[in-house]
């Protein structure tokens, strides 16, 4: 039988529950330090290891597939900055195993090339961004290959948070510095000496050798995407750095050089063509500078031998669909989504959360990846639903790699400080991943049954904002049936191939109109798997092999086929989910997770003050089950007429159990 818990230890650094918290509206809290090595159920039998063995990664319409034509989804984390350079190379074997045992299958790795990040990847102290420090590269070597031999693809940016310095000998330097540093941005569009040190830089990083194994980068077939530049676009963001009011006479010269050719050449008023921030003729301009660009240092990384997946830039920061057209030069549209909340109460006819914005970003015939999405203000009570909804969205639509942001932004060598952007050690986004994980990569939840397609002319494109913030249609669609964007043919954009919906995809063209009853409080994916109840702020699932229900339970007796739960707190999740896949009724190998709300102690320490569940969880199995903590010790339950009756009281410092034979 599999093992089923990752229980690495080091002496220095156990979990560690002590006396019941005392805080003020917490009372009876537990305080709870869950380090980077503590137990979480080991899903690593999901990844085949090690990752690399069938070749590159591909685009196959909509999907990706390994070369052999066999479909693949990945389900990823971030690994950023300090996490790189300072987590201490005794640690980072232990590290590669416990995130294959949460579940993922692809790392990003982020933030390698920050000037807030010291040591990155340059050479430091340095008078320019040009050489690389070998010390980080080899720690970058390690991690890699302890990722490998674990099943875990690898994703590489290229250019993230690098600053550029004047002796990087940049045109024009002095207009875009300040402190001595340049964040070139926007202005990597049009500057030629910009492009020569970022094409300088990928042909460094990926012509680079793992000292482990002598592969360059380009050839590992490990390696599976790279990204041209992060958060980077002149359609909806940085545009307006290269515009007459802003002190940048030079770089707006060429600017408006550009800007003025494109009118000329294709019949455009030259007065709006410039105007970054309108709609209309400038959107349609500046979707052409970025493409020259992404083109540029597309074909340099084919020249250097790369044939993997390349992303240009993020749809990203709540930009509309008419940013889209450059972005479908790429081998994917990525997109970057972040919400207030975990979105339980979003009224689909007036609000949208970051799963909507993730919608409006799924071009027809083209794969989707999210390589950052998450929570905002840490720390919201409720994230530890936004796992769970975002597996069940995805696997509902078919987005091919959700990536959160991230597992950990600060040195794995020790315990962490409470950090949105270092799950690895929150006890709330740590209790749904595994759940969220198996339920995504396993296919738990089926695709919807219909495609509907924002059909949208060339006008309707460019002309005005085209987003979740204006389309009712989308917003009470995406969480029903799966929805695309298609590409109209547009004269101007020569290059773009218009992407199409499917036949069977039913064609939406006015935006405005609403798929949801104006009086419903509930939305129900077209397949019957998952609803939301946003007039009470519940999410369910319910499947053969998951069932969950998470959000404002207390006070109501919910119940699925196989999971009935009656919970006293305000805000929890429980899920059920067959581990062996069989269906949870025949199951010998059950997976139930949980949780209620946690928060930090304070700023300074790493505890977490967790709230320990009350009520009761009955499981609908087979006879002959019992039921079991990580490490195999006896829990107390009963059963009674065909249902596994289970006093949350008995399990409340636990986040998951076991049932089955052992």
Do not use: C
Request: proline share 5%; charged share 20%.
């Amino acid at each position: 039988m599999r093992s089923v818990v990752v229980n690495i230890f080091f002496a220095s650094l156990l979990a560690m529950v002590v006396s019941p918290a005392k805080a003020d509206g917490m009372e009876g809290w537990h305080r709870y330090q869950h380090n980077p090595y503590s137990s979480v159920p080991d899903l690593s039998f999901l990844n085949e290891k090690p990752s690399g063995q069938r070749g590159r990664v591909i685009a196959k319409g909509a999907e990706l597939a390994f070369e052999d034509g066999t479909s693949v989804k990945f389900w990823g984390a971030n690994l950023q900055a300090y996490a790189l350079f300072a987590t201490e190379p005794r640690h980072i074997k232990a590290q590669a195993k416990r995130i294959a045992a949460l579940g993922f299958n692809l790392v990003r790795i982020h933030h390698h090339d920050s000037l807030w990040v010291q040591p990155n990847v340059f050479d430091a102290p340095a008078e320019n961004t040009r050489t690389l420090n070998i010390s980080s590269m080899k720690r970058l070597d390690l991690w890699l290959e302890a990722l490998k031999a674990e099943g875990i693809y690898i994703w590489l940016d290229l250019h993230v948070g690098r600053r550029m310095v004047a002796n990087d000998q940049i045109t024009w330097f002095e207009e875009i510095a300040q402190d001595g540093h340049a964040d070139v941005r926007g202005f990597n569009f049009i500057s030629q000496s910009i492009q020569a040190r970022m094409l300088e830089f990928q042909r460094q990083y990926l012509g680079y050798r793992n000292h482990l194994t002598g592969i360059r980068y380009a050839d590992d077939p490990a390696i599976i995407a790279v990204l041209v530049s992060n958060e980077n676009d002149l359609t909806h963001h940085f545009g307006n750095r290269l515009l007459p009011d802003k002190q940048v006479p030079e770089h707006n010269q060429l600017y408006m050089s550009e800007a003025k050719a494109f009118a000329k050449a294709h019949g455009l008023s030259q007065r709006r063509t410039w105007k970054s921030w309108e709609y209309g003729p400038s959107k349609i301009f500046l979707n052409d500078l970025e493409r020259r660009f992404f083109d540029r240092m597309s074909a340099d990384l084919r020249k250097i031998g790369f044939d993997g997946l390349i992303a240009p830039t993020n749809f990203w920061g709540k930009m509309p669909v008419s940013s889209l057209p450059s972005l479908s030069q790429g081998s994917m549209i990525d997109v970057h989504s972040y919400g207030a909340n975990a979105g339980l109460g979003m009224k689909p006819h007036v609000e949208n959360d970051l799963l909507s914005w993730i919608a409006s970003g799924q071009v027809a015939d083209m794969p989707l990846t999210i390589s950052e999405w998450n929570i905002g203000k840490f720390p919201v009570e409720d994230r530890f639903v936004a796992p769970l909804r975002m597996a069940t969205l995805a696997a509902h639509h078919g987005w091919d790699a959700p990536i959160i942001y991230g597992y950990s932004q600060q040195s794995l060598s020790g315990p962490l400080q409470p950090s949105n952007w270092s799950v690895a050690s929150d006890p709330a986004i740590l209790a749904s991943l595994p759940a969220s994980a198996l339920l995504f990569r396993q296919g738990h939840v089926r695709p919807a049954k219909k495609t509907y397609a924002i059909r949208l002319s060339a006008d309707a494109l460019f002309d005005e904002e085209v987003s979740p913030n204006t389309s009712m249609a989308l917003r009470t669609l995406y969480e029903q049936s799966a929805v695309v964007i298609e590409l109209p043919e547009v004269k101007e954009l020569t290059w773009m191939k218009p992407r199409r919906a499917a036949s069977s995809a039913i064609p939406v063209e006015d935006l405005g109109q609403s798929f949801l009853d104006v009086d419903a409080g509930i939305v129900e994916a077209d397949t019957g798997d998952f609803s939301r109840n946003f007039s009470e702020g519940v999410f369910s699932v319910n499947t053969e092999n998951s069932q969950l229900i998470a959000g404002a339970m207390a006070g109501h007796d919910i119940v699925l086929d196989a999971l009935a739960v009656q919970i006293g707190q305000p805000l929890a999740f429980v899920s059920l989910q067959s581990l062996d896949s069989v269906a949870i009724e025949r199951s010998g190998d059950l997976l139930i997770s949980f949780s209620a709300r946690s928060q930090p102690a304070n700023d300074d320490d790493p505890l977490f003050l967790v709230e320990p569940l009350t009520g009761e969880l009955r499981v609908r199995a087979a006879p002959g089950l019992t039921l079991r903590d990580l490490k195999g010790n006896p829990l107390p339950s009963k059963r009674v007429e065909g249902w596994y009756v289970i006093d949350l009281e008995d399990i409340s410092n636990l986040r998951w159990i076991r049932l089955g034979k052992f």
